[in-house]
């Protein structure tokens, strides 16, 4: 399902290798995952790149957690500035020594995004999250940088038109829906324009 250069898969080995080796002390993803984490985890965030603009320069990746898919992006886009954005403290370590580990130069906040976004990370081309909160919160979030002209890209389970719908509610934006190559009832969001609240 990954088509990338030798380069890049041996960034992304050792992202897989960290996340085992931390895995054993902290809980970063769920652990039944485990196993699976190249279908699960890697590849289910490597799909967001073919909705990116070509080639972004800045890509912001709000609640990381484990780096997906912040790290997997990082992995790929060696040119492009990567911010992860995560309040928690252990997990913003994990983020910095596998970053270091993995030889890319991710910029990691240990903040919560309210106190990052619009503030020290004032534009950017791509906002993502994962699995981090519902997408009106998502919105509420990351909306100084779609106000601003970034795309925004959210992978949604099997309740995505009830987010979709509850957001509407609050906000005015554009959006499309995407099939997940991983997760057949799973849909990505792609926010391309965005008007702020109702």
Same mark, same amino acid.
Do not use: Y
């Given at each position: 399902?990954?088509n ?6 041996a960034?992304?080995d050792?992202?897989v290798?960290?996340?085992?080796r931390?895995?054993?002390?902290m809980?970063?993803?769920?652990p039944a995952?485990?196993? /699976? ?5 890697v590849?289910?965030? /490597?799909?967001?790149l ?7 320069d800045?890509? %912001?990746d709000?609640?990381?957690?484990a780096?997906?898919?912040?790290l997997v992006?990082a992995?790929?886009?060696?040119g492009?500035? %990567?911010?992860?954005?995560?309040s ?5 370590? /994990?983020l910095r ?10 910029v990691?906040h240990a ?5 990052? %976004?619009?503030k020290?990370i ?9 699995a981090l ?18 795309v925004g890209l /959210? ?12 957001a509407?509610e609050c906000?005015?934006f554009?959006?499309?829906?995407h099939p997940?190559l991983t ?5 990505i969001?792609?926010?391309d324009g965005?008007d702020?609240p109702?």
């Amino acid at each position: 399902m990954i088509n990338v250069s030798r380069e890049t898969l041996a960034r992304l080995d050792q992202l897989v290798f960290m996340l085992d080796r931390w895995q054993a002390t902290m809980n970063l993803v769920a652990p039944a995952s485990l196993p /699976f984490v190249w279908t699960r985890h890697v590849a289910d965030s /490597f799909q967001l790149l073919a909705l990116a603009p070509t080639k972004p320069d800045v890509w %912001v990746d709000l609640g990381s957690g484990a780096g997906f898919p912040g790290l997997v992006v990082a992995a790929a886009l060696p040119g492009t500035s %990567v911010h992860l954005v995560e309040s928690n403290v252990k997990k913003a370590a /994990f983020l910095r020594e596998a970053s270091r580990a993995m030889g890319v130069g991710a910029v990691i906040h240990a903040a919560r995004a309210d106190a990052v %976004v619009g503030k020290a990370i004032e534009t950017a081309d791509i906002v993502s999250a994962r699995a981090l909160s519902s997408l009106s919160e998502l919105l509420g979030h990351a909306s100084p940088l779609l106000k601003t002209g970034a795309v925004g890209l /959210f992978p949604k389970g099997r309740e995505v038109e009830a987010e979709l719908t509850a957001a509407r509610e609050c906000w005015r934006f554009n959006a499309s829906l995407h099939p997940s190559l991983t997760d057949a009832e799973a849909r990505i969001v792609r926010i391309d324009g965005f008007d702020g609240p109702r």
